[in-house]
């Protein structure tokens, strides 16, 4: 069995991302890892130079800033990425998410258990959202809990954009691809950076969906979702998240937008039937 991963960066150091921690935390059980590199205003190409490790090999590539249509450049730069890959599986990762060294095994075994089932096509994982501070997650439907993150190289797939795959069956129409869990957690720290470096990605990010600039402030957002991160972070990683003690708090005074509210309605199904009503990019088999 031969793994790839995959990844794309552009501006990772000024944007704040831990991608060199990113990278460096599955490079243990792939035999090549694929990373597209936009033209950057900051050193993050060196950044990746500095890894120093052969199974890393990287493609530049210049965005098109031009094309503002639904994330429709990041599912570009995805498959960029992934058509360069040679492996059995393709696993993607983002570059402010992070794995745990205590998950890589059962990982790999899942790779190699599903490797010759002709009806597993992807592999998904739980997802950590940490927010405000590295001692808190989000806990709601409108945070994707689960995830594809792996998937088989011999699928017909695309990425519309950065997040999620379709398998093509035939020309025209495309399908979530059919998945086994693996059993592990995604530690997702995108929403711990500093507020000042969120919304300079804001800044430069928003065009490619078809937006203006959001203005990012941790505190206005509903309390009722924040909760308190029981376990250890991935080591890789330890020293780069902020160090603040106890949980995130929001503005007492914040009032719920129309979707938080609705989050809030499908919380109180989600409890009364013992469901999950978040997004789901796969089927499971």
């Not at 890894?51 to 994330?71: A, E, P, T, V, Y």
């Not at 592999?123 to 950590?128: A, T």
Request: proline content about 4%; some cysteine.
């Amino acid at each position: 069995m031969k793994v790839s991963a995959f990844t794309f960066i552009k501006n990772g150091q000024i944007l704040g991302y831990p991608f060199l921690q990113s990278i460096q935390s599955i490079l243990p059980i792939v035999d090549e890892f694929v990373i597209n590199v936009g033209a950057s205003e900051d050193e993050t190409l060196d950044m990746i130079r500095s890894i120093q490790d052969k199974k890393i090999r990287i493609i530049q590539s210049k965005w098109n800033d031009g094309m503002h249509n639904r994330g429709y450049v990041y599912g570009q730069q995805k498959m960029i990425a992934q058509f360069n890959c040679t492996g059995d599986w393709a696993f993607y990762i983002e570059g402010d998410e992070v794995y745990h060294e205590e998950d890589l095994e059962k990982i790999h075994k899942s790779m190699k258990l599903h490797l010759n089932n002709s009806k597993v096509e992807a592999l998904v994982f739980d997802f950590k959202h940490f927010y405000g501070n590295a001692n808190t997650i989000l806990d709601s439907p409108g945070w994707y809990r689960k995830e594809a993150r792996i998937i088989k190289n011999s699928v017909r797939s695309y990425a519309p954009d950065g997040l999620f795959w379709l398998v093509l069956e035939s020309n025209k129409k495309g399908r979530y691809p059919w998945a086994k869990h693996t059993g592990a957690s995604c530690y997702h720290y995108g929403w711990v950076r500093s507020e000042d470096q969120m919304n300079l990605k804001s800044t430069k990010v928003q065009k490619y969906w078809g937006g203006d600039p959001v203005k990012i402030d941790y505190t206005q957002t509903d309390q009722s979702i924040i909760r308190p991160f029981q376990g250890t972070h991935p080591k890789i990683v330890e020293n780069w998240l902020p160090k603040d003690i106890g949980i995130f708090e929001v503005d007492p005074s914040y009032k719920l937008t129309q979707k938080q509210k609705n989050h809030r309605l499908k919380i109180k199904i989600e409890k009364l039937f013992s469901i999950d009503l978040s997004k789901k990019h796969f089927k499971l088999v």
